[in-house]
């Protein structure tokens, strides 16, 4: 079994920052990938970024310039840095966690509040 922990989001201005943080624990697989997915009210959920353990990346065109996900695989962490944060962005954000193994598995969702 896998377990996913996140921590962070919250209310922010428009053009601050809010950074998020995922950790996967019990038995992690090697290979993964980690990222997040993103939820607002009366839309289907979409991918914000993923990372493999090989460090390769993935972005929704909306947030390319402005987010940044890293990992550290001896943590089995992963972190999104949302900067420059625009309304639009304003969503439930899960961390996602997927492996050969176990296939997707979703965190408990983190609210991200974008509002002047």
């Known amino acids: 079994q896998v377990q996913l922990e996140e921590s962070g989001g919250g209310s922010v201005q428009p053009g601050g920052a809010l950074r998020l943080s995922c950790r996967a624990s019990?038995?992690?697989?090697?290979?993964?990938?980690m990222g997040w997915y993103r939820q607002a009210p009366g839309k289907q959920r979409e991918l914000v970024a993923a990372?493999?353990?090989?460090?390769?990346?993935n972005y929704r065109d909306s947030v390319k310039d402005r987010f940044t996900i890293s990992r550290d695989n001896g943590k089995n962490m992963a972190w999104l840095q949302m900067n420059r944060l625009k309304p639009e962005d304003t969503a439930v954000y899960y961390c996602n966690y997927w492996d050969r193994l176990v296939g997707a598995l979703w965190g408990q969702g983190t609210q991200v509040t974008v509002s002047s």
């Open positions: 019990g038995s992690v697989s090697i290979d993964n990938v």
């Open positions: 990372i493999s353990s090989g460090d390769s990346t």
